[in-house]
């Protein structure tokens, strides 16, 4: 089994020693992904001490709903996706064919970091497609300081792509996956888009 992601470093949650200040550390772990996704059915990211102590729940319920074919890919992204949270999650297939179709998890999550702070949400997919799985996580998470900052400290090589009637959509680097970023007040949400495949 291999997995690949969109991620924006290869091994660390603070993995860009060029960026600096709380929300490059924020970033870090709001935007990676676990270093060895395919070691056995994916190593779950290191969240903190409150998700060090749970189980890896995207494998757990995926295993528990026979949605084994994606499993790996679907708790690869979603761990990526809880990084620095605590959070909890429910997970969805098809009753009838599990395998064959889409695992989709919904997640609330809570972070209480020094600029993220409350309620933040996810939403994770992974479905096989010809001999391989394709997912993505879409995770929209408030940040508590200005657009403008959490800006420059995206990583080196992201770039704006377009602007969707009005709210900025950026590439990020390091093949980081997508970001819209939406000023409210004097704070900012973050919407993150990072995909991924598996082969089966």
């Known amino acids: 089994m291999s997995i690949s992601l969109n991620r924006p470093c290869a091994s660390s949650l603070n993995c860009d020693a060029n960026r600096a200040g709380k929300i490059a550390t924020i970033l870090a772990l709001v935007l990676a992904l676990p270093a060895q996704a395919a070691a056995a059915e994916a190593a779950p990211a290191a969240a903190g001490k409150a998700s060090e102590a749970k189980p890896d729940l995207f494998a757990q319920q995926a295993g528990q709903l026979r949605a084994n ?24 297939a098809d009753p009838a064919a599990p395998d ?66 009005g709210v900025p959509l950026y590439q990020l680097g390091g093949n980081g996956g997508q970001v819209l970023t939406i000023p409210s007040g004097e704070t900012c949400v973050v919407i993150s888009i990072v995909q991924g495949q598996q082969q089966l």
Do not use: W
């Open 100 to 165: 064959a179709h889409t695992v989709q998890g919904t997640v609330g999550m809570t972070y209480n970091l020094p600029d993220a702070k409350g309620q933040a949400a996810a939403l994770v997919s992974a479905a096989p497609v010809g001999n391989r799985c394709e997912g993505q996580f879409v995770r929209v998470v408030p940040f508590q300081t200005g657009c403008s900052q959490v800006l420059r400290d995206f990583p080196e090589g992201s770039r704006p792509i377009g602007n969707l009637s």
């Open 69 to 92: 074919a994606c499993a790996g890919l679907y708790s690869a992204l979603g761990n990526g996706a809880v990084a620095g949270s605590t959070y909890t999650l429910r997970t969805e």
